[in-house]
């Protein structure tokens, strides 16, 4: 370990916090602050989703410090004058409270949070900290940076993986009468597009929290390191191909790649990215000929469109009519005369498999057959392709969706205007209410103010009350999960979903 490696967890923050402990009035011995989403860019979604920060408290607090706290205190003082010495100019920050924390031994905060897994309102705090020694008032915003950095994007995740099982639990419902299978028909295809491993882990966890399916796998690392004594399935995705794949079996002998895929694959679900080449010529003409050894599968082949308009692709571009009785092409494996784009991908495996129909009146196509779609699918794309099967008499369970960077990294932390902002301090042995509320704003950005506490109304949604008394905060809904240095609570990944599903529409 180097110099360097010890005082990392002191550069995890914005460098102009460096000097906010002589900027504070002489006397402030506490600072209270606070997480808030403020608002929400997304229609509709006015909760978020409280997920990922005893993993940020576990990295960042815990772990990243115990360098720190097990290097000599010569050697890390001497480190952080030099980074600062060089950052902002000889003697510009000195380093006598960083020889105070490091004789200290552990961080002296207090983090306060709501359960993991709640369902929290917009302009409701999800957790606060505080330092827990008058010597630290500066320690409470200088860890704001990583905090956020680390918390904000699980979180927001979260939220978004919720409001896409919701709708598809619902269309579930209004097709089939039953959720099986759905926590399955979401599947995480993020990794790639992630600005960072950590990012594609943090949120391939938050993913997680509302499905099952995903091909990112080092969130199944971070959950099992943050969130452990899990006993239900983290996760479970199945063999698949890529372009590579097929372009190494050649265009020529597309037909004998397939079948030679079945033939490895005796069992179980099998998905092929189905359009390298010609994905109408792929549906058309080699399922058709495969057809009888797919049907002898004890297993699913799932078709994989990966280019153009996803609803086009699967939905058809054609007329939506008729009923949902079956069609006369039901009896007519071959029946797929005409523009296949017209019809799309699900009409045209109903009519070369076949299927079943709902009491609801909707077709499934048999179990041997499926479809995933997998690029460009937001929540919108979603919900388009999910009404146009309706439409056309089609379930929703018919189409497993996969979620890419474009949903979950295409995001900021201004998704849902989350901050970390003061509300109380102690100055001169006498508590101060602070307030941010700049007259330039449209109140978005307005802070909560004092001491804080959360309760619940007669509805059980959480709300926030501002000045606590004593007696408020100890019955806050705010419970410490964090104190000097060490969690004291840790929920399973479990506990966290139950959560989530409880709340859950």
């Known amino acids: ?82 980074a600062m010495d060089a950052y902002l100019g000889p003697g510009a920050v000195d380093v006598d409270h960083i020889r105070e924390l490091h004789r200290l031994g552990h961080l002296p905060l207090r983090i306060r949070a709501l359960p993991e897994g709640s369902r929290v309102p917009l302009q409701v705090p999800v957790f606060t900290i505080e330092n827990t020694d008058d010597r630290f008032a500066w320690l409470t915003n200088y860890v704001e940076s990583a905090l956020s950095a680390a918390y904000w994007h699980p979180s927001t995740t979260a939220t978004i993986a919720d409001r896409f099982r919701t709708v598809l639990e619902a269309a579930a419902l209004r097709t089939t009468g039953s959720t099986a299978g759905v926590e399955f028909q979401g599947h995480d295809f993020s990794f790639r597009g992630q600005t960072s491993i950590a990012s594609a882990e943090a949120s391939g966890a938050g993913h997680l929290t509302a499905f099952r399916g995903t091909d990112s796998l080092p969130a199944l690392w971070w959950i099992e390191k943050h969130y452990p004594g899990s006993t239900e399935p983290i996760a479970a995705s199945v063999p698949a191909t890529e372009h590579s794949v097929m372009m190494a079996g050649g265009r020529d002998h597309e037909d004998e790649t397939y079948a030679r895929l079945l033939r490895d694959y005796p069992a179980g679900i099998l998905s092929v990215v189905s359009d390298t080449w010609d994905l109408w010529r792929v549906i058309t003409e080699t399922l058709p000929r495969l057809k009888d050894e797919i049907m002898a599968r004890d297993g699913r082949l799932v078709i994989r469109p990966d280019s153009g308009n996803p ?70 794309r979603m919900t388009d392709i999910i009404a146009r099967l309706e439409a056309k008499g089609f379930a929703s369970t018919n189409v497993v969706f996969g979620i890419g960077s474009f949903t979950y990294q295409y995001q900021t932390r201004d998704t849902f205007a989350s901050a970390i902002k003061a509300t109380w301090a102690q100055i001169d042995g006498e508590g101060r209410d602070l307030i941010k509320d700049p007259v330039t704003d449209n109140g978005t950005k307005k802070s909560a103010t004092g001491r804080l506490a959360v309760t619940r109304d007669e509805s059980g949604e959480f709300v926030l009350i501002e000045r606590a008394a004593p007696e408020e905060e100890a019955g806050s809904a705010l419970a410490p999960i964090f104190v000097d240095g060490r969690l004291t609570v840790v929920d399973s990944f479990d506990a966290v979903r139950q959560r989530i599903a409880a709340g859950r529409p």
């Not at 997304?42 to 005893?54: A, K, N, T």
């Not at 017209?342 to 498999?353: P, Q, R, S, T, Y």
Request: with cysteine; aromatic share 8%; charged share 20%.
């Open 1 to 82: 370990m180097t110099a360097l490696d010890a005082i990392r967890p002191l550069l995890l923050t914005d460098g102009y916090k460096t000097g906010h402990r002589r900027q504070y009035p002489t006397g402030t011995t506490r600072v209270l602050s606070n997480f808030t989403n403020r608002g929400s860019r997304l229609p509709g979604v006015d909760h978020v989703i409280h997920f990922g920060l005893q993993a940020a408290v576990g990295e960042l607090l815990i772990d990243a410090f115990a360098p720190f706290f097990s290097a000599g205190e010569d050697e890390v003082a001497d480190a952080y004058q030099q």
């Open 311 to 380: 609803a086009d692709i699967l939905c058809g571009t054609g007329e939506v009519g008729g009923t949902n009785e079956p069609s006369a092409a039901e009896d007519a494996a071959d029946d797929t005369a005409g523009d296949p784009a017209e019809k799309g991908v699900i009409e045209l495996l109903w009519e070369i498999f076949g299927g079943t129909l709902t009491p609801q009146g909707f077709k499934v196509l048999d179990p041997h057959i499926g479809a995933i779609y997998g690029d460009s699918i937001t929540l919108e």
